[in-house]
């Protein structure tokens, strides 16, 4: 069975069994639901030349004490959040964010 992180990477579905309890949702984690668009992913046009997308930043580098980092593939300032996840969130019914990372 996928994990909860692979199954919103991964563009999989986890469902519980029809017998089962739903879980209550655990304080500070977010079900996000990531879907494909037409072309048949989530990323729409950033750096599609790499086979993999792989941004490393050390965190004593960062410039400010929050940094916030895209999550929805739309962002113009990729992989830093412009923002774009809001547009994105009402258009499609998803409830992606960006990533803090704090200093």
Not at 76 to 85: E, I, K, M, S, Y
């Amino acid at each position: 069975m996928a994990t909860p992180f692979c199954a919103a990477a991964c563009h999989l579905s986890v469902a519980a069994p029809p017998t089962a309890v739903a879980p209550r949702p655990r304080r500070g984690m977010v079900a996000v639901r990531a879907e494909a668009g037409a072309g048949g992913g989530i990323n729409p046009a950033i750096r599609k030349e790499e086979d993999k997308v792989v941004d490393t930043v050390l965190t004593g580098e960062l410039a400010k004490p929050l940094t916030a980092y895209c999550r929805c593939w739309r962002s113009g300032t990729f992989p830093l959040c412009d923002g774009a996840h809001a547009k994105h969130n009402k258009a499609t019914g998803d409830n992606v964010g960006p990533l803090l990372v704090k200093k």
